[in-house]
């Protein structure tokens, strides 16, 4: 311990004597004529958040006990002790006392304060005596000095001299002397003052330790007049009269912690420092070491506070939207209040308890508006300067997102500052650490700047919001205090967003509640709820706000449509969607695509499935960095707008073929890097289901829910745009005939989280090709017959079918046998039902035939059976059943032409290119022809008529059958 330190200069606190260092708050000064102290434990004052008639800090300096003096010749009780040499030694320059966390001291209780002035008013000008001018209201205590003489030959009063160490009791007027509530000076929250003998005046400089605890204190800077006067002080016992002015000048802690349990033995305490004229601290009061000043014993146990229980909390939030309009941005100001009444007399119960923690839940529906995250930029924890005494901090200008004010009851000047938004340090949006925002309120006036860190929690399913204030302080004396937020009174808190900003969106409907909940001090761990409400009135796009989210409106907007509507051309395919602020949220996309509308699969290899796994774990700027898919699946981009106001957030992704889902033979996958402002949430992966219906090869894509939710982030989908532009993969239909894009989109109904809950709103974009005429038609068809050639012999049946490139596709195709060729009904047996062959369990007896087709579209050709299936005409359909990457089929109407032939009708190709497809049908017991003459008597002639798609045909009436087996020489035996 350096010379001169603390300890050195005042006697420390005596556990069971009124001797050393002593403050607390106590019912009366007095007992049996002993000051409060340690004494006198039972009449310290124990009423938690109660106003205590007597608050009391006492120091001593050090010295040797006392020594009677004989009475004559030295007045009845003189005392002399003897004090520490040398005197500059144990003259205090410098003393400062801290007070216990929680009690307050309200310099506004009184109904005004007396200036510098009026307290400083001399008897005469220059006299250099002081005779206050303050009001008597303004008196809020009394100092009592007990000197000593520090030499011989000290005159007292006329004709006494006092030996050294004579004690002198405080004398009325002169050392026994009011205390006064002063006008303080620039930077102090509170001053007070007091006149020794009408000469000295000596001032109470307070502060409040905001960059640690908030506890309250006071630095007395004192005159060196020892070795003038002959008088140094021995004891200075400053009392404050607790119920001064309106009755709350003092106010105990709300808290009720047992000091006799180690983990809060110190949070009661006050504690001490001083510095001596003879080695003073270049750093006091850092360099100084405290003494404490502990709560008395009463049968060994320390005296606690009492009364929790009935302490009262009655916080109230308001959440005003700051706009009349539904779903749109939302600069709303949330106010926070908490009573703070005069004690008036007969009146002097608890005072409300401090916040320990706060819980503010916006209504239900006002979440984080993306918009507001352009142009953001967040306030690191070292810029923000929590935890450090200077009154600015560092934080970018762009991390600004509004204003707080705090008003006080000790404070005359409202605490102002500003709300920014803070790093994130979690991707978990209930955490509390995804969003943060940080508050400082601060008076320059006052001395005071106060900064807070919130802690948002949003649903990650709903969006709402819920705003945890909480801290974890610590005492520069003791360590870690009891987690919660300062100990400090407030009448109101304001928090207003910048309306510029656009921070938050207001509720989707006319009115939403909330149930907010606050920790006080006094009950830890037991929460008070208050509701809270917005009402509005507009709806942003005319009329009023609807009462239900159910009765919102919806009507998407929807365009499907290439860059070129040339027919049999490659072409970029764009979708867009949007919706008006105020409308539901767009949730299923379900259209079905224009026949012959299609997309070059050849080439492409699926996104794999554990990549797109992958890219939902991944963080935003990673996926940006190293996207997840190949680039050779990508097959587009996707642009989405999101949020309400008129400048919502636009992010790009990228949109990958992948493979089979749900049951579809391919999809689509869109992974968009979530990524705004200082905020990286992850990546928003929808999956489109790419359904091909075997019968027509139309695509039927059926988006995944989409997210209305992510991160926590009220998305606010406005637009979403899809550009499928990889080169030559989507291509034109050859059939020029007017189509759309058509199917239904899905709103977020009566409740965005429940499809069984969502709306639909029917949706049509008119497609048509053009310039088909210009496309050629000339197919090539070859048939050729293998097997027995005579009467009532099963011929084998091989067609194959060439097209050429830039052709149009092929529409319709009948072929019509020649009269030598019957069906062989007695082979049609067993038939495949539209369920069997819908799951692919068609019996094996179905089976008549296999084919295969080769399609530019595709790196591998489809290949199936051949299989006779019910149908609604007389006879059983022959049907194609194609598989590989799609199912293709090819369905054909058996029955009669008009020369009475068998005749074979596929009415509906699909427009798709094929360049060959190869049937065959099988011979013998399971083929379905039959010859009714010698098939080599003469040339089988069958006719032929096809159509494209684009109407241009190729018909041959005399279409020539290869019957393979004519000609040809028996092998010889």
Not at 75 to 103: C, F, H, N
Not at 170 to 179: D, E, Q, R
Request: neutral net charge; aromatic residues 6%; proline residues 9%.
């Amino acid at each position: 311990m350096a010379q001169a330190d603390t300890e050195d200069i005042i006697q420390p606190q005596n556990e069971t004597s009124d001797q050393g260092f002593q403050a607390g708050t106590c019912t009366q000064e007095t007992e049996g004529g002993k000051n409060c102290s340690v004494e006198t434990p039972t009449i310290y004052y124990t009423t938690a958040a109660g106003h205590p008639p007597i608050g009391f800090t006492q120091y001593i300096i050090q010295h040797e006990p006392f020594t009677p003096l004989p009475s004559p010749p030295f007045p009845p009780g003189a005392l002399v002790a003897p004090i520490k040499e040398p005197i500059s030694e144990r003259t205090i320059k410098t003393l400062r006392s801290d007070l216990p966390p929680g009690l307050t001291v309200n310099p506004e209780a009184t109904d005004s304060r007396c200036t510098v002035a009026e307290f400083l008013h001399e008897t005469a000008p220059g006299s250099k005596e002081y005779e206050p001018e303050c009001k008597a209201e303004t008196i809020t205590g009394e100092e009592k000095i007990t000197l000593v003489t520090n030499k011989d030959e000290v005159e007292i009063q006329p004709g006494f001299k006092a030996p050294k160490g004579f004690v002198i009791p405080p004398i009325p007027g002169g050392t026994l002397i009011p205390v006064y509530n002063l006008v303080p000076k620039e930077g102090e929250p509170a001053k007070l003052g007091f006149i020794v003998n009408k000469k000295i005046p000596v001032f109470l400089e307070t502060e409040v330790a905001w960059e640690s605890d908030f506890h309250e204190s006071f630095t007395i800077k004192l005159p060196n007049t020892a070795e003038i006067t002959g008088l140094s002080t021995l004891i200075s016992r400053l009392v404050s009269k607790g119920r001064s002015g309106d009755g709350t000048y003092l106010t105990n802690p709300t808290t009720c912690f047992d000091p006799n349990d180690p983990a809060y033995e110190h949070l009661y305490s006050t504690w001490f420092r001083a510095e001596s004229y003879g080695d003073p601290d270049p750093e006091f009061p850092h360099g100084s070491t405290p003494v404490e000043a502990k709560l008395p014993k009463v049968g060994g146990k320390r005296v606690q506070q009492t009364g929790c229980d009935t302490v009262p909390f009655d916080p109230t939030v308001n959440v005003a939207a700051g706009t009349d309009e539904v779903d749109s941005p939302a600069p709303a100001t949330v106010t926070t209040k908490l009573p703070f009444d005069p004690a008036t007399e007969g009146n002097e119960g608890q005072m409300q308890s401090h916040v320990r923690k706060a819980e503010v839940k916006l209504p239900a529906g006002m979440g984080i508006n993306p918009a507001g995250a352009q142009g953001l930029q967040a306030c690191t924890d070292e810029q923000f300067n929590k935890g450090e005494r200077v009154y600015t901090n560092e934080c970018p200008p762009e991390s600004d997102i509004g204003t707080v004010e705090v008003e006080s009851a000790p404070l005359a000047e409202t605490l102002v500052g500003d709300v920014y938004v803070g790093t994130q340090n979690s991707t978990d949006p209930e955490s509390g650490e995804q969003f943060r925002i940080l508050l400082e309120a601060k008076s320059e006036h006052e001395g005071i700047d106060a900064r807070l860190v919130g802690h948002i929690k949003a649903n990650k399913t709903t969006g709402e919001l819920n705003a945890v204030i909480d801290d974890q302080l610590t005492s520069e004396f003791f360590g870690p205090l009891p987690s919660g937020l300062p100990q400090v009174p407030f009448k109101e808190i304001r928090v207003k967003l910048d309306g510029g900003k656009q921070v938050l969106t207001s509720p989707p409907v006319c009115s939403a509640e909330s149930t907010s909940k606050f920790e006080p001090w006094a009950r830890p761990n037991t929460f008070a709820e208050t509701k809270s409400s917005v009402t509005l009135s507009k709806d942003p796009t005319g009329g009023a706000c609807p009462k239900t989210l159910a009765e919102r409106k919806f009507s998407p907007f929807y365009k499907a449509k290439t860059d070129s509507q040339k027919a049999g051309a490659y072409s970029p395919f764009h979708v867009n969607i949007a919706r008006r602020d105020g409308e539901q949220e767009l949730k299923v996309v379900d259209v079905t695509l224009p026949k012959g509308l299609t997309g070059k699969l050849a080439g492409i290899p699926y996104c794999p499935e554990d990549a797109i796994a992958a890219a939902g774990g991944k963080s935003g700027k990673d996926e940006q960095a190293s996207p997840s898919c190949s680039s050779a699946s990508q097959v587009g981009s996707v642009t989405t707008k999101s949020g309400s106001g008129n400048s919502p957030l636009q992010l790009g992704g990228k949109a990958y073929l992948a493979g089979p889902y749900k049951g579809a033979a391919l999809s689509l996958v869109t992974i968009t890097p979530a990524v705004a402002g200082p905020f990286d949430l992850g990546n928003v992966v929808v999956r489109v289901a790419l359904n091909v219906d075997p019968e027509t090869a139309q695509i039927h894509a059926v988006s995944d829910v989409i997210p209305d939710v992510f991160g926590g982030v009220k998305l606010d989908i406005r637009t979403i745009d899809l550009d499928v532009d990889r080169n030559q993969f989507m291509l034109n239909p050859t059939n020029c005939a007017a189509q759309a894009t058509q199917g239904t989109i899905n709103g977020g109904g009566a409740d965005p989280t429940n499809p069984a809950a969502f709306s639909s709103y029917g949706v049509s974009d008119p497609f048509q090709a053009i310039e088909c005429n210009r496309l050629g038609f000339k197919p090539k068809l070859n048939i050729q017959l293998y097997g027995g050639t005579k009467r009532n012999k099963y011929p084998r049946l091989k067609a194959t079918l060439t097209a050429r490139k830039g052709d149009a596709n092929i529409a319709r195709t009948a072929v019509t046998m020649p009269r030598s060729l019957f069906l062989e009904q007695g082979h049609i047996g067993t038939v495949c039902t539209r369920p069997q062959l819908a799951s692919h369990t068609c019996p094996k007896a179905s089976v008549y035939g296999k084919a295969w087709a080769k399609s530019p579209l595709l790196d591998k050709k489809l290949q199936g059976k051949v299989y006779l299936v019910s149908s609604n005409n007389k006879l059983p359909d022959l049907l194609v059943d194609l598989r590989g990457q799609v199912e293709i089929y090819l369905r054909g109407v058996i029955g009669s032409g008009s020369t009475g032939g068998l005749k074979t009708v596929f009415r509906a190709v699909p427009d798709v290119p094929v360049s060959k497809f190869v049937l065959n049908m099988k011979g013998g017991k399971k083929s379905l022809l039959v010859n009714s003459t010698n098939t080599c008597a003469k040339p089988q002639r069958a006719i032929v008529n096809m159509k494209g798609q684009n109407g241009k045909k190729k018909n041959a009436k005399k279409f020539k059958l290869n019957v393979v087996s004519c000609g040809k020489k028996k092998s010889k035996k």
